[in-house]
């Protein structure tokens, strides 16, 4: 319906005179032909795709990570040798957590052969367990069993086995409601007395790779280690557990946990950035962004590579074009997104009484998937303008502008016309998403270019014709 | 502009009163609902993936091979356990292709150690070689390059290194042009004096995979064989040519090609069929359906294995549901789609007579991608009709209906309101058809299980509803 809708909507407040014609922009051949060239040029073009491919072989780009200065290192370098008209960063220091070595969930046997070794990743800011941790385990669903059973948490691991909702369309709506537990998951179980807890990971496919992602503590409740299993491995402990209470194991069940996670001091992160100064309105930027950081399970192909390759090429593409833009085009790798957002708010802070403002802001942050829309924080208005739009993005796959999220980074941004995120299809993400399965070899070339495109399209219609 | 100008079009056509009131139906909300947990169910239920990954299990399923076999009978066991009507199979026979166990394409070096093997895969339908060809090589754009250098051909092996375009956004109509050196080389260079061809493979995608598919002979031209070689292989010969060219090589270059596939005798193919009856209109049968076939390099899972499972699982999700259709639901898996269309010229042939008439037909041969739209090859008051279904697909990604093919399968099929074709994302079906890459894992359950909720939607519209 969405689609529809929208375009009907235009169609009808356009025929019932309801809308005023100035918010609705004809439509500018030659625009269109330049349009269609991009998108051409962007999937016939290997620079993005090779960039991504450079990236990801340094492997994970964890805030305070050898990986990720040189990612760093490598990106500054790049882009400092593509013509732009200034490429800086701005540094910031935010904690410096290290995953450490040892991630173990055991199920101890008769002997070590007979152990079952489950698959885990602790969660990103997590304690460790300061050696082997022996407690038993108790699974629940969700917070309001937690409430309901909180007399049976004390000196236990609890289980959070709570099921991403595959029913949907839009895997991002599934996201929210899952990772409430990994986020919120420890201190909600140390406030009744929880030594640890284990989460099923936050995933959309069945195998046994855990998704890592931040947790959260709460200074008056004790911190408690956290860690993720694998879907499949969660599903093998859950129905463990049934059999136990179901009397149809009768043994003890033995569990060791052990983690050597530990935040230690703090690190430097730089934002990079490289501008294309506008001919005409040189003081009003629009940024399109996404995060360098990237969690050290995978490679941060999709999350947030793509979204860092996608956001030079924007640039790339102009370049190569010939474009002169009216307003300035500033791309921004932010740097912490995973474990911080220190890139984000340093960002925002060192802007904020900057000559040059924000007229609007994009972010891909969603994976380098095929285009299907943008969602915007901005006026009605703003979006009905956007959606006027869309013969412009005829051979990107995008489809609809819709009310919704810019992203994290581009969140702290005060005074924009528009924050706007780029939406790719989703059905693949939550597969990938903070773990090893994220690594160059799921993107594929065409999605990711097709991707660059439709945000440079965006940045273009937003420099030249505005809001 | 696709989507917007279809819905535009309506809108306008609406507001102008050209389009007649009744071909656009009021939103019916009980089939909304039902559309809505339609999906929901074909999401959670792992029924079509699970099938999916039995069937590729088998590996290839190339016509006359013990692999189609044993799907088959794997199949007509699975469909007649699941309570349908009827369950039913036509058996034709067609020609039997064997690939055989030599394929080799090589440049000779001053030793064996130093030699060159590139990645072949005879064409289907080709000749073999008759023992080893040993003969000099010439790189030929397209046709009107081998119609100018015509009198160079005689004696070599013909290169056809036309590029795939990556330039449009719709991989499948980068197809029609490219396959058309795989179909008629052989007879155009041939009909020269080639010896052989060889193509570049039909390919989206940097990988030295060689990609299979059918070769056309003409009976006056003599049958030369025909292999494609990998994107990279092809990339590097045409390297290799030019640097001759250029007199940067000046020793000779040796190649040598062996194949000893052949055709030998015939076998025999079946069509799957399962029916559900109609409740009101038994003899109005809308037919969903797919080819079991597939090429030996890969496991067909894209090509056409998620079909197969998409139209096994509208009569699954149908039952599932409790839904007693109007009309009769008729799922076919086609036999032999791939080297010679026996099941769907038998099919064609077969039902012309029987009582039971085509309503519509729904292939699905592009992919188990995330869906995007339909092709029909109906009249455009159909089209404008099913358009104004489009708010039922709102949770599948079908954003369109627009004119276009059915598919190769139920184009035999005379009489029928819609020969209808399922269209996926086309971004990545041409780096996995009809290659060793179409696999399983390439399949991601999610995109699949869209695909069967939105063929299974438009099934029930038609059926309920009708044109």
Not at 331 to 348: D, I, P, Q, S, T
């Amino acid at each position: 319906m969405k689609i529809l809708s929208l375009a009907l909507l235009v169609a009808i407040l356009l025929f019932t005179g309801k809308l005023h014609s100035q918010s609705i922009s004809p439509i500018d051949s030659s625009f269109l032909n330049l349009s269609y060239k991009l998108t051409q040029t962007a999937l016939a073009d290997t620079f993005g795709y090779n960039l991504l491919r450079e990236l990801c072989a340094f492997g994970g780009r964890l805030s305070g990570s050898k990986n990720l200065l040189k990612a760093e290192d490598y990106l500054l370098k790049t882009m400092s040798g593509m013509g732009f008209d200034t490429v800086y960063t701005q540094t910031f220091t935010t904690t410096n957590w290290q995953r450490g070595k040892v991630e173990k969930f055991i199920l101890r046997g008769k002997n070590s052969g007979s152990n079952v070794n489950f698959n885990v990743a602790a969660l990103g800011g997590s304690v460790g367990t300061n050696g082997l941790l022996r407690a038993d385990i108790i699974e629940i669903s969700d917070f309001d069993e937690l409430e309901h059973r909180k007399d049976e948490i004390n000196g236990k691991i609890v289980f959070f086995n709570f099921e991403f909702n595959q029913k949907v369309y839009d895997s991002f709506s599934s996201y929210g409601p899952a990772v409430n537990f990994r986020v919120n998951g420890a201190h909600r179980a140390a406030k009744y007395g929880a030594v640890a807890v284990l989460i099923r990971s936050v995933a959309s496919n069945f195998d046994d790779v855990p998704h890592t992602g931040t947790l959260r503590y709460i200074d008056s409740i004790p911190k408690i280690p956290g860690a993720s299993l694998g879907v499949r491995g969660a599903v093998f402990l859950s129905e463990l557990l049934k059999k136990r209470a179901m009397g149809e194991i009768t043994q003890p069940l033995m569990f060791e946990m052990e983690l050597d996670c530990k935040t230690e001091g703090t690190c430097e992160v730089k934002n990079l950035i490289a501008e294309i100064w506008g001919s005409e309105k040189k003081n009003e930027v629009i940024v399109v962004g996404a995060h360098l950081d990237a969690w050290d399970k995978g490679e941060g192909a999709h999350d947030d590579g793509a979204g860092c390759v996608q956001s030079i090429e924007v640039l790339h593409l102009i370049k190569k074009m010939g474009i002169k833009p009216k307003r300035t085009i500033r791309a921004v790798l932010f740097a912490n997104e995973e474990n911080g957002l220190a890139g984000a708010r340093g960002y925002a802070k060192v802007t904020q009484d900057d000559v040059k403002k924000h007229y609007a802001a994009i972010e891909s942050d969603r994976g380098g998937f095929v285009p299907r829309g943008f969602t915007a924080d901005a006026s009605p208005e703003v979006i009905s303008k956007m959606t006027s739009w869309l013969p412009y993005f005829t051979m990107t796959g995008i489809e609809w502008f819709k009310k919704g999220g810019g992203g994290a980074d581009i969140s702290q941004i005060k005074g924009s016309n528009a924050l706007i995120g780029f939406y790719p299809d989703s059905q693949r993400y939550f597969d990938v998403h903070h773990s090893e399965n994220d690594v160059f070899s799921s993107v594929n070339h065409r999605e990711l270019e097709l991707g660059s495109a439709s945000i440079t399209i965006l940045t273009l219609l937003l420099s030249e014709f505005g809001l």
